[in-house]
């Protein structure tokens, strides 16, 4: 069992390395979608971890660990695992660690998507998401045909409650405060793998490519 674990702040472009990785075996594991999954189940869990992330906060550790450890222990040992949004701190690093020495697994790599707060902002502020169908627009990078109105169909878009300028800023300071850390954690064991993230899609997932899969594009 090998993993590989994405790391950087909320809107660097985890989609497009995840995107890349997938292509090449990973399973990608995001804890923000497994969530929202309970939130949309309005599951004990679900509730509790909405109040959290409507304000910027995180869910408690134990919780998180929780569910990686259910997934992890129900996956073949040849499984490839891509890690988005876990672990987001110190102690659940740890717990990941234990993990994968019980299972006999390896932490391959750290990728770690730099990109400055401004931009950070601007990416997710402008989101605008589609309740009935899941879509996402962006008013100034990918607005919708029909102003504020879903092309597929047709509804009113809204702002995501955590894609608030507001909310954003909060997401940034805890992940500075709880999740920059890991850096140095990771940094210290020689895995991290620093990606641009301030440039282009293309150019990040060339850089991917390039630097983890070992094809140049």
């Known amino acids: 069992m090998n993993a590989v674990i994405l790391l950087g702040p909320p809107g660097a472009g985890k989609?497009?390395?995840?995107?890349?990785?997938?292509?090449?075996?990973?399973?990608?594991?995001?804890?923000?979608?497994?969530?929202?999954?309970?939130?949309?189940?309005?599951?004990?869990?679900?509730?509790?971890?909405?109040k959290l992330m409507e304000q910027g906060r995180f869910v408690p550790d134990d919780v998180v660990v929780g569910m990686i450890r259910n997934l992890l222990e129900k996956a073949d040992g040849t499984q490839k695992f891509l890690f988005d949004g876990f672990p987001r701190t110190l102690p659940q690093a740890k717990s990941?660690?234990?993990?994968?020495?019980?299972?006999?697994?390896?932490?391959?790599?750290?990728?770690?998507?730099?990109?400055?707060?401004?931009?950070?902002?601007?990416?997710?502020?402008?989101r605008r998401t589609c309740d009935k169908c899941g879509a996402v627009y962006h008013i100034a990078f990918n607005p919708p045909s029909h102003g504020d109105r879903c092309d597929v169909e047709g509804c009113k878009l809204v702002q995501r409650a955590d894609d608030r300028e507001?909310?954003?800023?909060?997401?940034?300071?805890?992940?500075?405060?709880?999740?920059?850390?890991?850096?140095?954690?990771?940094e210290a064991k020689s895995l991290v793998e620093h990606i641009d993230a301030n440039q282009s899609i293309e150019a990040v997932?060339?850089?991917?490519?390039?630097?983890?899969?070992?094809v140049a594009t």
């Open 15 to 50: 989609g497009t390395v995840a995107e890349v990785l997938v292509g090449q075996g990973y399973k990608h594991i995001s804890t923000g979608q497994l969530l929202r999954e309970q939130i949309a189940r309005r599951t004990v869990l679900g509730i509790q971890a909405e």
């Open 166 to 186: 507001e909310t954003v800023r909060n997401r940034l300071k805890v992940y500075e405060q709880q999740t920059a850390p890991l850096i140095s954690y990771y």
């Open 96 to 126: 990941l660690d234990k993990l994968l020495s019980e299972l006999e697994g390896t932490l391959e790599s750290v990728v770690l998507l730099d990109c400055p707060d401004d931009v950070i902002i601007k990416r997710l502020s402008g």
């Open 205 to 214: 997932r060339n850089d991917v490519n390039e630097r983890l899969v070992g």
